[in-house]
């Protein structure tokens, strides 16, 4: 039971645009969100967070917002650039069990 | 500070063999979470350990263990290989603020080929 879902498994955006990418999740216990950028043959990278009680996280060009009435999660680059060009992926801590669940992963292509 | 550490990098096995994965955590950190990778399925995960006790499972078969030492050092063991277990493996470190896990960390991964 994928309780995050990326239903999105590849974008392609050009060079300076904006980049959205989108998480869905079914669980109303998480309490805390996160995204991670992956590149191939690297461990996943933490990006930027957000609990909960939020619904907007900014850390330079990535702001992450947060609506929990639709149960959605979104990744904001703007710009974008070339070097963002990797796989994202959307998790969440249940409050409860204390356990991250992540989602299959967006990938992304920045074309120059 | 140090990242997180696994080795060994890549290991190639064939069926029925085991095969034992290690993980260094973030300095500090105590709580050391294991996962699968997997083409188009994501980050699965396997178990978590805190404290030398395996705290959360995922659905994976008893094939699959772990433990964790007294320096939060953790270990991950596959028996019986199966072709299907091929996969990148992931460990990551998270401290402890009350009884949430924090953010976490993640390793480089073990890439694993069963043949």
């Known amino acids: 039971d994928q309780q995050v879902k990326q239903n999105s498994p590849s974008l392609s955006v050009q060079e300076g645009r904006i980049s959205i990418l989108n998480c869905d999740y079914t669980n109303s216990m998480f309490d805390y969100f996160l995204w991670y950028k992956k590149y191939p043959a690297e461990g996943p990278t933490f990006l930027i967070s957000?609990?909960?009680?939020?619904d907007k996280n900014e850390d330079g060009r990535f702001t992450v917002f947060l609506n929990k009435s639709a149960k959605h999660l979104s990744l904001h680059i703007v710009p974008s650039q070339p070097g963002d060009s990797a796989v994202y992926f959307c998790?969440?801590?249940?409050?409860?069990?204390?356990?991250?669940?992540f989602g299959t992963g967006t990938s992304l292509t920045v074309i120059p | 500070k140090a990242g997180v550490t696994q080795t060994p990098r890549y290991l190639i096995k064939t069926r029925g063999q085991q095969v034992t994965l290690s993980c260094s955590p973030i300095s500090g950190h105590r709580s050391v979470s294991w996962y699968q990778q997997t083409p188009g399925q994501g980050l699965q995960f396997l178990f978590e350990?805190?404290?030398?006790?395996?705290?959360n499972k995922g659905n994976f078969p008893g094939r699959f263990s772990g433990r964790q030492f007294s320096n939060s050092r953790s270990e991950m063991n596959v028996s019986t290989l199966e072709l299907g277990d091929s996969a990148l493996y992931l460990c990551?470190?998270?401290?402890?603020?009350?009884?949430?896990?924090?953010?976490?960390?993640f390793g480089p991964g073990t890439r694993l080929l069963v043949l």
């Open positions: 957000i609990s909960s009680i939020k």
């Open positions: 998790a969440a801590r249940r409050n409860t069990g204390n356990q991250f669940y």
């Open positions: 350990y805190f404290s030398e006790t395996q705290r």
């Open positions: 990551a470190s998270s401290g402890i603020t009350g009884k949430y896990q924090e953010t976490q960390y």
